[in-house]
């Protein structure tokens, strides 16, 4: 069992930067891939990053360039550093733990309950 609470949302201009983190409970974080996800009002969540373990990550097209995941598996913690943002960017954001790094939202097991960010223009 894994829980997820996200913080570091808020309300930031546009061209602004945000960091979010997620922190885990349980001893076997390191074994898990770890995703962020979005959902804006009125639209389905959508992908925004995954990595597992290691170099490797991957973004969603839309915030590749801006946006970087990394991992503190000692501080059971991953983040999501957020800069250039945008007002499109605005949308709930969630942590979601599971086996793979991949943008499908029912390959994870386990969600945290979203943090705000707001970007305004």
């Known amino acids: 069992q894994v829980h997820l609470v996200e913080s570091g949302g808020g309300l930031v201009q546009a061209g602004g930067s945000l960091r979010l983190s997620c922190a885990a409970s349980g001893r076997t974080f390191s074994t898990y891939a770890m995703g962020w996800f979005r959902q804006a009002p009125g639209k389905e969540r959508e992908f925004v990053a995954a990595?597992?373990?290691?170099?490797?990550?991957y973004y969603a097209d839309s915030v590749k360039g801006r946006f970087s995941i990394s991992r503190d598996n000692a501080k059971n913690t991953v983040y999501l550093q957020m800069n250039r943002l945008k007002p499109e960017d605005t949308a709930v954001y969630y942590c979601a733990a599971g086996p793979w790094a991949t943008m499908m939202t029912n390959e994870y097991d386990y969600w945290g309950q979203g943090t705000q960010v707001t970007v305004s223009s």
């Open positions: 990595m597992r373990s290691g170099v490797n990550t």
